[in-house]
């Protein structure tokens, strides 16, 4: 027999597994459909890996070892939460991997009441007869970008497809190569185009595209897109057209113009200190797009959506498009959004939006938030960790500002490289986890993503962490090695 059939032959049955007295119970208790499902495909996962795996043959009782603790560890993680909530200390504002903006206190309790019981989403109570009350969510956000009438989507992807196949009806789409460009994983804005059913049509080149490259492009049937370029930025020999420009010019071809405007920025970021530049909704409405799109849940600081700006004629088509049922968001979003955006309604200043408050943190209140953390920490700390508050910088995240960081405080600590791994691994593996940042003087924790009111499980998180490294560490001021 060859090395590798001789190993297969030693697969347990599935049989024999149903049997074994550590998985019969969970049988027993009516959940052999997907247990028997589970069972075999880590059968089918364990004879590949013997395909290819080289030492010494396993005997079958280890193999069914082996399987029985693969099978019970993947039932526990199937019969818990897929996820974790997360303390983040990477000091990317709106970060991608973790779950983007996070909702204000009052966003989640609303988002809450309404999954957990019925609610006036589609009827008028006043009348008792059908209504709508998702369109005074899209009235509040009309209101406060300054635009006649507004859509609410699944997210910005479904919001450009929406708009585009909308006003191209299948026809021409202008675009340049400078903005063909890729966000996230999936948001390829070419491959979105080519699913409208419409002809893509590139103008200029990757760094340059002038008036005149958008002009020869221009005819019947033909729409104009732009795209803010939301992560990357094009430095040296450039040309953009701006988009008041290109507006101008597609007036005169009487050619409807789009504009992604990616991160649907309602407030003036300079206020918050960062560099102008993101123009606000109401701007590149202002400045001549027929539709502007962005999403709800980058700069805006709410949740997963896209919105679509424009005239009250254009959003009232858009409303009555077939594929809108396909884009149509839950009432949790929606409930989420309204109260988002209800903050924006209620003050001139800066809304109470965590987004915004993180953005808009000042280096003494991060200096304190810092110090305050340190604090705690320092004594827990195995003596070789060295911890201090240093100087870093954090950044928007989210395809925003992508070349700008802010100045933030960091805490900082230094010890062996493999032990920092370690810790930051185990901090990974807490619940709620904490996810920091590695970097060549240690594991650091930006203050600005983390709420002051989650410091004291930031501090329950390393306390952790440092135990499992080095039991009774902190309390005796020394460490077992
Ligand atoms: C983020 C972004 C998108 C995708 O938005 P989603 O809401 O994630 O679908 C599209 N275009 C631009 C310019 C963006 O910045």
């Not at 320092?378 to 070349?403: D, E, I, K, N, Q």
């Not at 930006?446 to 952790?464: C, G, I």
Request: glycine share 10%; charged share 25%; net charge negative.
């Amino acid at each position: 027999m060859s090395q590798v059939s001789d190993r297969l032959s030693r697969i347990p049955q599935i049989s024999v597994l149903l049997e074994d007295e550590r998985i019969l119970p969970w049988l027993a208790a009516g959940q052999r459909g997907w247990m028997t499902r589970l069972v075999q495909s880590e059968v089918d996962a364990l004879r590949e890996e013997l395909r290819t795996a080289r030492g010494r043959v396993r005997e079958r009782g280890e193999l069914i070892d082996l399987l029985c603790g693969r099978i019970a560890a993947r039932r526990k993680m199937l019969l818990a939460p897929s996820w974790t909530r997360v303390l983040n200390g990477t000091g990317v504002v709106v970060h991608t991997n973790l779950g983007r903006s996070c909702f204000p206190q009052s966003a989640a309790d609303a988002a809450w009441t309404v999954a957990r019981y019925n609610s006036d989403l589609e009827f008028d109570l006043e009348e008792g007869v059908r209504g709508h009350r998702g369109r005074r969510v899209e009235e509040k956000l009309a209101l406060l970008a300054d635009a006649p009438d507004a859509l609410i989507v699944n997210n910005n992807a479904a919001a450009v497809w929406l708009a585009v196949r909308y006003l191209s009806r299948g026809g021409r789409v202008v675009l340049s190569r400078g903005e063909i460009v890729a966000i996230g994983g999936s948001f390829r804005i070419h491959e979105i185009l080519a699913e409208t059913g419409c002809t893509l049509v590139e103008v200029g080149t990757t760094n340059r595209t002038s008036v005149e490259d958008y002009r020869q492009a221009l005819g019947p049937d033909t729409i104009v897109l732009k795209v803010h370029r939301s992560n990357f930025s094009v430095e040296g020999f450039t040309e953009e057209v701006g988009l008041p420009e290109l507006a101008g010019l597609c007036r005169e071809h009487d050619c409807p113009l789009v504009y992604d405007a990616g991160s649907g920025a309602l407030y003036p970021y300079e206020k918050l200190g960062l560099p102008t530049g993101e123009r606000l909704l109401a701007e590149d409405l202002a400045a001549g797009a027929d539709l502007v799109t962005c999403s709800g849940d980058k700069l805006l600081g709410g949740c997963q959506a896209g919105a679509i700006l424009g005239s009250s004629d254009h959003v009232a088509g858009l409303r009555k498009h077939p594929m809108r049922r396909a884009f149509r968001v839950d009432k949790t979003t929606l409930a989420a959004l309204d109260d988002v955006l209800t903050h924006y309604l209620a003050t001139d200043d800066r809304p109470e939006v965590p987004t915004l408050e993180q953005l808009g943190a000042t280096l003494p209140q991060l200096q304190e938030k810092a110090e305050g953390l340190l604090e705690k920490l320092a004594p827990l700390a195995p003596a070789r960790w060295h911890g201090t508050v240093v100087p870093g910088r954090s950044s928007v995240g989210g395809g925003s500002f992508s070349s700008t960081t802010i100045e933030s405080r960091l805490v900082l600590f230094e010890a062996s490289k493999k032990e920092l791994e370690r810790v930051h691994q185990e901090l990974r593996r807490g619940d709620p986890a904490l996810v920091g940042r590695m970097n060549q003087e240690g594991l650091a924790v930006d203050v600005r993503t983390l709420d002051e009111s989650d410091l004291d499980l930031v501090v329950a998180a390393y306390r952790r962490a440092w135990e499992s490294i080095a039991p009774n560490a902190g309390k005796h001021g020394s460490n077992d090695d």
